[in-house]
């Protein structure tokens, strides 16, 4: 295993945000990865894994050991059951699934990165979370070198969160996850509905297979391609209100929303185009014109400068409705 020192982290995050990082190294084996966490621990710095780096944002060069993750494999267990090693790529993972009969995860298609951070804001689109196919997570501690399986219930998932959300110290190795023998699709999230309707196809024939076709087609209509305007997707999650900001919130504007128990989710995309930020921004970073919650770059620029763009928008989202933007990727 080779650490480099001092090299530029631009091709390891979607956003290409031109930082440094003081060691960096690349493992494919668990041996390997503890090899890397104890050079940190001789060097007295952090260590931080990275996957495919489409949900982080490197607000100034790193001090410490950054370990992009290429640990591949897979396990299967029975039908139904699967242990996937979390270097593999999450998109050509489901489509395997489909290929092999294993269902569910179709509506998830597409989405970057790696299976390893899937968990870490339980990625979810198309109305299904990834936290609904897991069983177990294997996981080994930075700092104590302890493996732990983490069973489901100890995850602590919630929409775009889950316990290992902000804990650098702990690695996850290999996601268990449970797909359905049973080639039932749902495609009730009324944006795949609708794209659906226009397609010659008679909705109570479609499979598993085609619902991931049709999810890959939308994706790419409404999301700008993360490979030529650099993004790292959603920059900030969709509101979660109690009734008394929600209220507040329809005073100053009415506003799409879903109620789930008693809290009102709106969607944020909705305000930042109401603000007018639509398209708007500055040379090097600017809202998409495809999808208002989607920053995109130009590759030429700092951390620094990413946030105080991003903060402009919250302020002003705060200015103008009185509620508080959220930034969904990791902030480091
Ligand atoms: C165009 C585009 C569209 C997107 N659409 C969606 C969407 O629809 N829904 C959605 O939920 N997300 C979406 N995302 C966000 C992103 O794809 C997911 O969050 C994805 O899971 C990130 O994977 P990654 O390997 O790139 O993680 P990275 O960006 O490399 O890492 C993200 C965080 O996880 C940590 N991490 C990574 N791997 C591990 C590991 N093995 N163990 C411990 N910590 C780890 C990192 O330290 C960092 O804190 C989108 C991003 C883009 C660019």
């Known amino acids: 295993m080779k650490i480099q020192e001092n090299i530029s982290i631009k091709d390891l995050n979607s956003l290409r945000v031109n930082q440094l990082t003081r060691y960096f190294c690349s493992i494919e084996t668990i041996e390997e990865c503890k090899e890397a966490i104890e050079f940190s621990i001789s060097k007295k710095v952090p260590c931080l894994f990275i996957g495919e780096g489409s949900n982080i944002v490197f607000t100034k060069d790193y001090d410490g050991l ?8 897979k396990k299967e267990q029975d039908s139904r059951t699967i242990e996937i090693f979390s270097g593999e790529n999450w998109h050509n993972f489901v489509d395997w699934t489909i290929s092999n009969n294993r269902y569910g995860l179709e509506n998830l298609a597409l989405i970057p990165g790696t299976v390893g951070a899937a968990p870490i804001q339980n990625i979810g689109a198309y109305g299904k979370e990834v936290s609904s196919f897991i069983n177990e997570i294997k996981t080994i501690n930075t700092i104590t070198a302890e493996e732990r399986i983490y069973a489901k219930e100890d995850c602590e998932f919630s929409y775009r969160s889950s316990v290992f959300q902000n804990q650098n110290n702990l690695f996850i190795t290999s996601v268990i996850f449970e797909t359905s023998l049973d080639a039932d699709v749902d495609i009730s999230y009324d944006s795949l509905k609708d794209y659906i309707k226009t397609s010659a196809k008679e909705v109570k024939t479609l499979t598993p297979k085609d619902v991931f076709n049709y999810v890959s087609a939308l994706r790419r209509n409404v999301l700008p391609d993360h490979n030529k305007e650099f993004n790292v997707g959603s920059f900030f999650k969709n509101l979660t ?65 990413v946030i105080k763009f991003a903060n402009s928008i919250v302020d002003d989202i705060h200015n103008k409705f009185k509620v508080k933007l959220e930034i969904e990727p990791t902030l480091i």
């Open 66 to 73: 950054l370990i992009k993750n290429n640990i591949l494999g």
């Open 241 to 305: 209100l109690m009734e008394e900001e929600f209220n507040n919130l329809t005073n100053i504007i009415k506003v799409p929303f879903y109620k789930s128990n008693s809290l009102y989710k709106v969607p944020s995309a909705f305000l930042i185009e109401r603000a007018g930020w639509k398209g708007k921004g500055l040379d090097n970073i600017r809202v998409s014109n495809k999808h208002s919650l989607v920053l995109t770059t130009t590759g030429n620029l700092k951390g620094k400068e």
